[in-house]
C-alpha cells in the first residue's frame, strides 16, 4: 500500500523559512516524478515544484527564486526548503508523486503552512 507522509509544517512569520518532507513507502519512487502543490483557502490546487527522476525540477513562478526542491531516492524523500515566505504562501502543501510509464499517482494527506505577523 502507498503512502506519503508529509512533515515539516508550521506557523511562520513573513521572511521566515520552513522545510517539508514526504517520504513516502509502499514501492520504489526512484522512477517517479516527485513534487508538491498547495491549495489556499478558495483557491484552486497550484503547481509548487516538481523533480523527475533524473533530478530536472520545475517551479510555480509564485515561488521561484524562494523554494528548492530537492530529492534523495535512497530513503524514497522529496524535500520543499521554503524561504522569504510571505502570506500568500499560507496553504496546505500536498505531496504528489506520479509514474508516467506505470500511469500511476498519488497524493499526500497535507501540511498545513501558515505565514503570519
Known amino acids: 500500500q502507498v503512502q506519503l507522509v508529509e512533515s515539516g509544517g508550521g506557523s511562520v512569520q513573513p521572511g521566515g523559512s520552513l522545510r517539508l518532507s514526504c517520504a513516502a513507502s509502499?514501492?520504489?519512487?526512484?522512477?517517479?516524478?516527485m513534487g508538491w502543490y498547495r491549495q489556499a483557502p478558495g483557491k484552486e490546487r497550484e503547481l509548487v515544484a516538481t523533480?523527475?527522476?533524473?533530478?530536472?525540477?520545475n517551479y510555480g513562478d509564485p515561488v521561484k527564486g524562494r523554494f528548492t526542491i530537492s530529492r534523495d531516492n535512497g530513503k524514497n524523500t522529496v524535500y520543499l526548503q521554503m524561504t522569504s515566505l510571505k502570506p500568500e504562501d499560507t496553504a496546505v502543501y500536498y505531496c504528489?508523486?506520479?509514474?508516467?510509464?506505470?500511469?500511476?499517482?498519488?497524493w499526500g494527506q497535507g501540511t498545513q503552512v501558515t505565514v503570519s505577523t
Open positions: 504528489h508523486v506520479r509514474s508516467a510509464i506505470l500511469g500511476n499517482a498519488y
Open positions: 509502499g514501492r520504489t519512487f526512484s522512477s517517479y516524478a
Open positions: 523533480v523527475t527522476s533524473g533530478g530536472f525540477s
